[in-house]
C-alpha cells in the first residue's frame, strides 16, 4: 500500500503531531517490552486510539472506508458479545507492535546512504550484468537483500543501481526481478509485517519459521527464473550487449562492511529468539532505531548521525497514514471475531467447503487472499482474520499455516495492481500497475502450485 503523503495544508502543526504521536507509540511499545504492565499496555492503546483519529484525514478514500467498515462490524461483534470496556481499548491496541515494526525498519537503510555504500554497490551491479541471466539474478537478489532492511524501499535503491546499459532495453525483466525480490522477502524476513503477523498470532518461534520460510523464497525465485527464460528456451548465457561501462574501483573492504552488517543483524535476531524469552517482532523495533546509530559510530560517521534520525522522524515517519488505520482496525476486528466466536465458525466454514485435506484447505485460503487483495483488500486484513483461527480445528500445523499466510502475503503484493509492491515498481519504471500485475501472474501461479507440493511435503 503507498505510504500517504501530508498535504500541504498539514505541512506544519499537524504533520509535527503525528511524529510525535509515532514516537511515543514507538516508545510506548518498547516500553512493555521489558515493563508488561497493563498501565502501560492501555496507555500505547489510547496512542494508538490517537494516532487514528490523527491519521483518518490523510489516508486514501479507500483505506479510510475499508477501515471504518472493519471497525463498524468489529464494534457491532464486541457490543452482541457483551466485551468490556478494556478489552475494546485493548482490541485497538493490538497491532501496535506490528505498526511500530513497520515504521523503524527503514531506519536499518540509513548506513546504505551516509556510508557511502551506494557507489559500491553501483560498482559490483555494473561489474556482474552483462549476460541475460545476469539482468534477472542481480535486480532480483539485490532488491530482496535489500528488502530485508528496507522493506520497499528496496525497489528505487535496487532500480538506481541497476537501470543501466542493456537493461535499459529490457525494462520486463528489470520490473520482474524487482517486484519478485521483494515480494519473496514475505516468506521469511523478520522485518515485514507479514512475517512478524503470523509469527505473533499463531506464537511460532522466528528461529523455528525461517528454515522453511528461507528455503520457499529460494524456490520462488528460481521459479520466477524459468518461468522466464527456461520455458522460453533462450539460450542460458546469452549475451545481449557488450556493455561499455567505466566502472568505479570497488572498495573491497566496504563489501565486507556490507556483508558484515547484514550477517550481524540477522545473527543478533536469531540469538535473541533462541537465548531470551523476546519475540522477534517486539526486538527488531528495538534494534532497527540502536543498530544503524552503533554501526555509524563504528564507522566514525557521527556527523550525520543526529541529522539522519531527525530527518526521518520528522518528514518520513509521519507518512503512515494509511497503514496507522489499517493495521489498528485489522486488530480491532480479528478480536472481535475472537470474543463473538466468529473465528471458530470460519474454521468450520472452511472445513465444510475445503475438507480436511492440507491442500484443499491451503487453496482455499490462497486463493481468498490472492483474490481479496486484487479486489483491493490489504493482505493485512485476510491475513489477520485467517490467522485468528484456531490451527487445531483446522487440522494444520502452526508452522506450516504460517507459510501458508505468509505465502498468501507474499503472492496478493505481487500480482495486486494496488499493492505497494505493483505501484512503487509501476512507478519507477514508468508502467502502469496492471503491467506489473499481469508480468507476475504466470510466476505467481507456479509459486502457488509449488507453496501447495511443499506444505504437503514437510507436513
Request: one cysteine or more.
Amino acid at each position: 500500500m503507498a505510504i500517504a503523503e501530508c498535504k500541504p495544508l498539514s505541512n506544519g502543526k499537524v504533520c509535527q503531531l503525528k511524529s510525535l504521536v509515532f514516537l511515543l507509540m514507538i516508545l510506548g511499545s518498547i516500553l512493555i517490552v521489558f515493563y508488561p504492565h497493563q498501565l502501560f499496555k492501555t496507555l500505547v492503546s489510547y496512542i494508538a486510539i490517537f494516532a487514528v483519529l490523527v491519521s483518518i484525514p490523510f489516508a486514501g478514500r479507500g483505506t479510510r472506508i475499508v477501515c471504518l467498515g472493519l471497525l463498524g462490524v468489529g464494534a457491532y461483534l464486541m457490543f452482541n458479545s457483551g466485551a468490556s470496556l478494556d478489552y475494546w481499548v485493548e482490541a485497538m491496541g493490538k497491532n501496535v507492535s506490528l505498526l511500530v515494526l513497520l515504521i523503524t525498519v527503514p531506519l536499518l537503510g540509513m548506513p546504505l546512504e551516509i556510508g557511502e555504500y551506494i557507489e559500491v554497490l553501483d560498482s559490483l551491479t555494473a561489474k556482474y550484468m552483462k549476460r541475460r541471466w545476469q539482468m534477472y539474478w542481480v535486480p532480483a537478489i539485490c532488491s530482496h537483500i535489500f528488502g530485508v532492511f528496507m522493506n520497499i524501499g528496496a525497489v528505487p535503491l535496487t532500480y538506481k543501481i541497476t537501470a543501466r546499459g542493456a537493461v535499459l532495453n529490457c525494462f520486463s525483466i528489470l520490473t520482474k526481478s524487482i517486484s519478485r525480490g521483494v515480494g519473496t522477502i514475505f516468506f521469511w524476513s523478520p522485518n515485514t509485517v507479514a512475517v512478524a503477523l503470523v509469527l505473533d498470532y499463531l506464537n511460532v518461534p522466528w528461529p523455528q519459521f525461517f528454515c522453511f520460510g528461507i528455503l520457499f523464497a529460494s524456490i520462488a525465485l528460481v521459479l520466477g527464473y524459468i518461468s522466464d527464460f527456461m520455458i522460453k528456451k533462450e539460450t542460458k548465457n546469452e549475451k545481449l550487449v557488450e556493455i561499455q561501462y567505466c566502472y568505479y574501483n570497488i572498495d573491497k573492504f566496504k563489501v565486507i562492511q556490507l556483508a558484515a552488517y547484514g550477517v550481524i543483524f540477522l545473527s543478533a535476531i536469531i540469538m535473541i529468539e533462541i537465548a531470551s524469552s523476546f519475540s522477534v517482532i517486539n526486538m527488531v523495533p528495538i534494534i532497527a532505531l540502536i543498530y544503524p546509530a552503533l554501526w555509524l559510530l563504528l564507522m566514525r560517521r557521527k556527523e550525520s548521525l543526529v541529522g539522519g534520525y531527525l530527518d526521518y522522524f520528522k518528514n518520513h515517519a509521519n507518512k503512515y497514514d494509511s497503514e496507522v488505520i489499517l493495521f489498528t482496525s485489522a486488530g480491532f476486528f480479528s478480536s472481535a471475531l475472537s470474543i463473538s466466536g466468529w473465528s471458530e465458525k470460519l474454521c468450520h466454514l472452511i472445513m465444510h467447503f475445503a475438507g480436511k485435506s492440507v491442500v484443499s484447505v491451503s487453496l482455499t485460503i490462497l486463493v481468498t487472499i490472492v483474490l481479496t487483495s486484487i479486489a483491493g483488500i490489504h493482505p493485512m486484513i485476510s491475513v489477520s482474520t485467517f490467522a485468528a483461527l484456531d490451527t487445531s480445528t483446522i487440522g494444520i500445523d502452526p508452522v506450516i499455516f504460517a507459510l501458508i499466510l505468509a505465502g498468501g502475503w507474499s503472492l496478493g503484493s505481487t500480482i495486486s495492481p494496488i499493492s505497494g509492491n505493483c505501484l512503487v515498481v509501476a512507478n519507477i519504471m514508468g508502467k502502469t500497475p496492471l503491467e506489473v500485475s499481469y508480468m507476475n501472474w504466470f510466476y505467481s501461479f507456479w509459486v502457488m502450485v509449488a507453496l501447495l507440493l511443499f506444505v504437503t511435503w514437510i507436513s
